[in-house]
Nanobody, 114 residues
Framework: QVQLVESGGGLVQAGGSLRLSCAVSGRFLYDMGWYRQAPGKERERVATISTKGDRTSYTNSVRGRFTISRNNANNTVYLQMNSLKAEDTAIYYC?????????WGQGTQVTVSS
């Protein structure tokens, strides 16, 4: 069984940075992803990373600003977010890639003020 706990969100001004963390308990040998859901919108995939960390992908709106990484020694996935914009405001979740319905956690709120 896998449990995912996100942290690192907060309130930041536009242009600022945040680093999100996802602590994974249980088996960690999966491709992983960060997802987000803004108010009134469907959840979208933001970034993904392969099991070994040698392949990453990003949705167009964050490419060049966000960086996904992982540390397999401590079962953690990260999302470094730079040059944040108001439209990045959302609850951010981590999950497998593709996501497993039963693995969604509480997420971490990111609010970017303009």
């Amino acid at each position: 069984q896998v449990q995912l706990v996100e942290s690192g969100g907060g309130l930041v001004q536009a242009g600022g940075s945040l680093r999100l963390s996802c602590a994974v308990s249980g088996r960690f040998l999966y491709d992983m992803g960060w997802y987000r859901q803004a108010p009134g919108k469907e959840r979208e995939r933001v970034a993904t990373i392969s099991t070994k960390g040698d392949r990453t992908s990003y949705t167009n709106s964050v490419r060049g600003r966000f960086t996904i990484s992982r540390n397999n020694a401590n079962n953690t996935v990260y999302l470094q977010m730079n040059s944040l914009k108001a439209e990045d405001t959302a609850i951010y979740y981590c999950n497998l890639d593709p996501p497993e319905v039963g693995f969604w956690g509480q997420g971490t709120q990111v609010t970017v003020s303009s």
